[in-house]
T-cell receptor, first 114, second 114 residues
């Protein structure tokens, strides 16, 4: 089941610079997308979400962009901080189908270098 | 901030034994979920639960699995006869009443089957 893909297993960024994490999906029925951050030995922590009626959502240093035609979303973190070092998962759901389960990507490990 | 709590953090069980994983969702949430993550793989949906019944389940959630909300605060996942391949992190999640509210995850139970 490869409906949600994160093709970069890891990413290193200098502190203060922008981190861009990418996610692709194949199911055109997905209409709600989320990003979660995960530290070792903890559960996924919700960061930011976007509905398919929007193409951008911003919350502080975090912005999610959605390109429906390309079936692509990205998470921008500006400026990146060492505490942002974690594994980032994108997730997708199809609310219009009445299903609220999340389909997760495989994650991208972000390392922010001081 | 309210959080989802899971116990135990680590469970070691002999193959063939029954195991019960416990979760206390956020108190005003109505929708409850179990996910699992096998080491090195993605987080996978197992089951969703609302109004005291299963609303959706994956093909992983076979007859060996069951869920229950025994007392209005706990939400449990039971595996009747564990197999080696059940070894994984099991995450409980809950969300509020609106579909576009994010699911909040607990820190997980690491289940090790010997």
């Amino acid at each position: 089941d490869q409906q949600v893909k994160q093709n970069s297993p890891s990413l290193s960024v200098q502190e203060g610079r922008i981190s861009i994490l990418n996610c692709d999906y194949t199911n055109s029925m997905f209409d709600y997308f989320l990003w979660y951050k995960k530290y070792p030995a903890e559960g996924p922590t919700f960061l930011i979400s976007i509905s398919s009626i929007k193409d951008k959502n911003e919350d502080g240093r975090f912005t999610v962009f959605l390109n429906k035609s390309a079936k692509h979303l990205s998470l921008h973190i500006v400026p990146s901080q060492p505490g942002d070092s974690a594994v980032y998962f994108c997730a997708a759901s199809s609310l219009i189908s009445g299903t609220y389960k999340y389909i997760f990507g495989t994650g991208t490990r972000l390392k922010v270098l001081a | 901030e309210p959080e989802v709590t899971q116990t135990p953090s680590h469970q070691v069980t002999q193959m063939g034994q029954e195991v019960i994983l416990r979760c206390v969702p956020i108190s005003n949430h109505l929708y409850f979920y179990w996910y699992r993550q096998i080491l090195g793989q993605k987080v996978e949906f197992l089951v969703s639960f609302y109004n005291n019944e299963i609303s959706e389940k994956s093909e992983i959630f076979d007859d060996q699995f069951s869920v229950e909300r025994p007392d209005g605060s706990n939400f449990t996942l039971k595996i009747r006869s564990t197999k080696l391949e059940d070894s994984a992190m099991y995450f409980c999640a809950s969300r509020g009443s609106l579909g576009n509210q994010p699911q909040h995850f607990g820190d997980g139970t690491r289940l090790s089957i010997l």
